[in-house]
């Protein structure tokens, strides 16, 4: 068997053992897909809203329904709920929804227990409160018989040897520990035989012969449940306000049964014509990079599985466009490889130099995504907190598979030398197109040879300024279709077999003396938004009017003016750390020229999104936000890729030759050098959003719709504003002396003066 020969069944036992894997993947993805947490909106769970009102009979005010909040969100993480929904409701209410609960009694329970500790008396008298524990210092103990206890680390040890030291000389000589006392029912004298038992508050009595200062052991008849459920409430804070229920509700898939269905459907044929692209435009390199995308995807569900993360639709729709980023990499590796071919290199050399210079380019982009959807999972609420942790997950394993695998598979099969002389078969690259350095041949294919991209430039900055100044004029005219996510107000939903009309609803509307925004008539619900911040009985009242009329289910959301104002705050301040933190990422891995240009086009791309949005009157929710934030990551990576190429070509010049001339010259060379790629990534990236948009889920389709206005932004934002900008402050530098450092030192240096000391 000859050397040509022996590389084909190389090629062709790798290629197997590679399909053989993902088929295998694939069937492993089957009940690892069916062991996933879904989200409220995929697969229903428990509702209930509860009154907030002051422990101690004061009012009511911004800080303390703040601060229950807070304490809630810490309990409802030791259910097991990683992605709940929490609903302030005017100024005394809260809502909480929990997908995936099935035991609503133990939740409730769990939510809604003050879980105060006090150390007292036989006689009731308080000795002390928790505030001599350790915060979080609950832990899962035994006693000295070996049955399960509460271990309690004590944090002032002198306070707790003083009053212990007390407590020896009393009659009773004990201290009795309570979770939740309450003066008007709890007595000790009355059960004291109960301590420890599920029938009472009193959780221990111990016996003090002598004063110490030493870690506590709660004791009792407990189970080892028991005993854990005690620790995370004393670890999850106590609540600073007293819950009382008015309902509470167990939730269906509130998107209907198909949803899930429809949307992995559209990922799937999403999925698909990339692979196709892929394999039409790059041959095996691309079936390389299909086979690397199949096992990001694989690996992508099993981290998620493995950290317990509920996947929700906005966590589906980042999962399928982390799948753009991640033919993003391969496409960026694959350009520069064929440059390296084109310019006469051997493909082993070509795949060197190439895989070499787009990785700086690679790492940029993806460690800006991972900034922004840092900042997303820091700053956003619900669902954009489930995008974020989906993206922050993508990009890692990106950088393992499509950067780390895909790379080590192309190296694998390029070692067969199979492909040497199959440039075309290899990655669409023809072999006479290859020029022969040892002939001192020409390169002689150049990308866009003479095209002069900056000859458009004041068409395309012109077609921006008249989309965005129409988008506010049209704001003054009708303003912004805010959601009741982002303005106080109720969101009323309708399921109803019976046709409705907005004439009979807006009726309705009067009837019930709301205040009507907007009113939405699909096929299979009924959403009205009304200004009113519904309440206790009003709910009741709305409810049951749609209910008797239509025999609807009908379901209310209200959003206070306290929700709206911190969602607001929230999304504005995570718009400005993601631009800020780009800004100063750029600068150190580039320049502030770099980074001008860059954020400005980003700048751009919001402002572009945003008049789109007010021209059409689409809604803007808080996955429109998530959507905003996406794009900011997202539309990057291709300024990122064109700056690393203007680097490049500029690195290779001197000073000395270097004019404004020549600045414009390189960054449009670079542009050139780099336009392919970036048609290519916009196809690649562009094709499951559209899947998305035409076969998801309606309630994505914000966030699609914004994705796609984003992209085509983006897709020229970076030639006409980021590289524009770029060269402009370049130009405009060349010729200005550069500031010289000024060094200080302690000594004075001794100026010779003819007659005095010399």
């Not at 995807?297 to 099993?302: G, I």
Request: charged share 20%; aromatic share 10%; hydrophobic share 45%.
């Amino acid at each position: 068997m000859n050397k040509k020969s022996e590389g084909k069944g190389k090629v062709i036992r790798n290629a197997i053992i590679l399909i053989l894997l993902v088929v295998a993947l694939c069937f492993a993805c089957i009940p690892l897909f069916q062991n996933l947490k879904f989200g409220l909106d995929l697969q229903g769970g428990f509702e209930i809203l509860y009154k907030v009102e002051s422990i101690d009979g004061s009012k009511m005010n911004h800080e303390k329904i703040m601060a229950t909040y807070k304490t809630l969100s810490k309990r409802i993480d030791s259910l097991g709920v990683t992605e709940p929904e929490i609903t302030i409701e005017g100024n005394d209410k809260i809502r909480v929804k929990l997908a995936g609960v099935t035991d609503p009694e133990e939740a409730r329970k769990q939510l809604s227990t003050v879980a105060t500790l006090s150390f007292r008396d036989a006689d009731d008298n308080l000795l002390m409160s928790s505030d001599v524990l350790k915060a979080g210092g609950a832990k899962v103990g035994q006693d000295s018989s070996g049955k399960p206890a509460v271990a309690l680390s004590v944090k002032d040890k002198e306070e707790f040897y003083k009053v212990t030291n007390q407590v020896k000389d009393y009659d009773q000589n004990l201290i009795v520990i309570w979770l939740d006392y309450n003066p008007d029912e709890d007595s000790y004298a009355t059960e004291g035989s109960m301590c420890g038992t599920e029938e009472s508050n009193c959780l221990s009595a111990a016996t003090v012969s002598q004063g110490f200062a030493s870690d506590v052991i709660i004791q009792g008849d407990f189970t080892e449940e028991q005993v854990e459920n005690l620790v995370d409430l004393i670890n999850s804070g106590s609540l600073p306000s007293k819950l009382t229920e008015i309902s509470s509700q167990t939730v269906g898939a509130s998107f209907g049964d198909n949803t899930l269905e429809t949307t992995f459907l559209a990922g799937v044929i999403g999925v698909s014509l990339v692979i196709i692209f892929l394999i039409a435009v790059y041959h095996f390199a691309g079936f390389i990079s299909a086979i690397s995308m199949l096992i990001y995807t694989f690996l992508v569900f099993l981290v998620f599985w493995v950290v317990g993360g509920v996947l929700t639709l906005p966590g589906i729709a980042a999962l399928i466009l982390g799948i753009g980023t991640a033919v993003d990499s391969s496409i960026i590796t694959f350009a520069r490889i064929k440059d390296e071919l084109y310019r006469g290199k051997s493909l082993p050399m070509a795949y060197k130099e190439g895989t070499k210079e787009s990785f700086s380019a690679i790492l940029d982009a993806n460690v800006i995504v991972l900034l922004v959807a840092v900042i997303m999972f820091i700053f956003g609420e619900s669902s954009i907190k489930g995008f974020a942790t989906m993206q922050i997950i993508t990009v890692a394993i990106i950088m393992v598979t499509m950067v780390g695998l895909n790379r080590l598979l192309l190296k694998l099969f390029i070692k067969t030398n199979y492909f040497n002389d199959k440039t075309k078969l290899f990655i669409n690259v023809k072999a006479e197109n290859i020029p022969d350095v040892s002939k001192n041949e020409e390169v002689k294919v150049v990308p866009l040879k003479n095209f002069n991209f900056f000859k458009y430039t004041k068409q395309f900055i012109g077609l921006s300024v008249v989309i965005i100044v129409l988008g506010v004029v049209m704001f003054f005219v009708r303003g912004l279709n805010l959601s009741v996510d982002y303005q106080s107000g109720s969101d009323i939903s309708i399921v109803t077999e019976e046709k409705l009309t907005k004439k009979e609803l807006s009726k309705d509307l009067e009837k019930l003396d709301l205040d009507k925004r907007e009113i939405q008539i699909d096929d299979d619900e009924t959403t009205i938004l009304v200004n009113n911040v519904l309440e206790g009985d009003e709910v009741d009242e709305v409810t049951h009017y749609f209910e008797d009329k239509y025999e609807a289910k009908t379901n209310i959301g209200v959003v206070s003016n306290i929700v709206q104002q911190e969602l607001v705050k929230n999304a504005f301040l995570s718009v400005f750390l993601s631009l800020l933190g780009i800004i100063l990422y750029i600068s150190i891995r580039f320049k502030f020229s770099y980074a001008v240009g860059g954020v400005a086009s980003l700048l751009h791309d919001v402002l572009f999104i945003f008049a789109l949005f007010i021209v059409f009157h689409l809604q803007i929710s808080t996955m429109f936000i998530a959507a905003i934030l996406a794009i900011i990551g997202y539309s990057i990576n291709d300024t990122i890729v064109t700056f690393d190429r203007i680097r490049e070509e500029l690195g290779n010049i001197s000073e000395k030759k270097l004019t404004k001339e020549v600045v414009w010259k390189v960054t449009n060379r670079a542009i050139c050098e780099t336009f392919v790629r970036t048609v290519h990534t916009f196809l690649a990236t562009l094709i499951p959003i559209v899947i998305l948009i035409f076969l998801g889920s309606k309630e994505i389709l914000t966030f699609n719709l914004a994705m796609l206005f984003g992209f085509i932004a983006g897709a020229y934002s970076s030639i006409y504003i980021a590289a524009v900008i770029f060269a402009a402050i370049e130009a405009r530098n060349i010729g200005k002396p550069k500031k010289k450092k000024v060094i200080y030192t302690d000594e004075y240096e001794e100026k010779q003066i003819k007659g005095i000391n010399c």
